[in-house]
């Protein structure tokens, strides 16, 4: 009896020996949080209980399936970005070739007045009147316009029905910032001209810029330099 209660305590004396030389004997105190990034080492799972490493699986699990759903959401948003990506790019291929149209539509009329001759004199030749020199393309391409063409040169046009050869006219260009007054006009007149405002009504606003000189806006006279408000 000796002999086998001997031997027993041998055993197990030798199989504690063998569970303390695997690393097996001694507990893991501290507990991994998984969520933090933290994990157990090889050796430290090695000797977590069997409840211990079902709870260890069960967050690694948790943190796996949380992991696919950012991935699956990450890519959705990718998805969601690269189809707005790709309507962007439609719309910028849109704006593209409108871009191109508007400048080739540019590059066609600065051809067109490159081609266009203008002048801010014309040569009378025989023949002329103001009414056709006006109509010329290179004046104003309309006849109708010849009383500005009038009154630009009335210090040489004595009568807009008599013109000479060789007389070099104003072709004037944009509006009037001045005005000399010619025998006969007013300030209602001088408003009403097409080149000053077109409007007679417009009067007073020459009348308020030139008070300095005008005393009585029914009074002006031949000579007087008008400021013409802009």
């Known amino acids: 009896m000796r002999s086998k209660k001997g031997y027993i305590v041998l055993t197990?004396?030798?199989?504690?020996a063998l569970v303390l030389l695997a690393g097996c004997g001694k507990r893991v105190l501290r507990t991994a949080d998984v969520s933090a990034g933290d994990y157990y080492t090889a050796e430290e799972f090695q000797r977590?209980?069997?409840?211990?490493?079902?709870?260890?699986?069960?967050?690694?699990?948790?943190?796996?399936e949380k992991q696919n759903m950012c991935v699956t959401d990450a890519d959705q948003k990718l998805a969601e970005a690269?189809?707005?990506?790709a309507d962007l790019e439609s719309e910028l291929a849109a704006l593209d070739a409108k871009i191109a149209e508007l400048q080739a539509a540019i590059s066609d009329l600065e051809a067109k007045a490159a081609a266009k001759p203008t002048?801010?004199?014309?040569?009378?030749?025989?023949?002329?009147?103001?009414?056709?020199?006006s109509g010329k393309e290179q004046?104003?391409?309309?006849?109708?316009?010849?009383?500005?063409?009038?009154?630009?040169?009335?210090?040489?046009?004595?009568?807009?029905?008599?013109?000479?050869?060789?007389?070099v006219l104003t072709v004037p260009r944009g509006l009037p910032v001045e005005w000399v007054v010619y025998e006969g006009e007013f300030l209602?007149?001088?408003?009403?001209y097409e080149e000053v405002y077109g409007k007679r009504s417009e009067w007073t606003r020459i009348y308020e810029a030139n008070k300095d000189q005008?005393?009585?806006?029914?009074?002006?006279?031949?000579?007087?330099v008008l400021q013409i408000p802009r």
């Open 82 to 85: 690269n189809k707005k990506i």
């Open 48 to 64: 977590l209980s069997k409840a211990q490493r079902a709870a260890y699986c069960d967050q690694l699990a948790g943190e796996l």
């Open 12 to 16: 197990a004396v030798a199989l504690l």
């Open 214 to 224: 005008i005393k009585d806006p029914d009074l002006i006279y031949p000579k007087q």
């Open 188 to 192: 209602a007149k001088i408003a009403g």
């Open 119 to 133: 002048a801010d004199e014309y040569t009378v030749v025989d023949g002329d009147c103001l009414y056709e020199i």
């Open 139 to 167: 004046v104003y391409s309309d006849p109708l316009k010849w009383p500005v063409l009038y009154r630009a040169n009335r210090d040489k046009i004595k009568d807009p029905d008599l013109i000479y050869p060789g007389w």
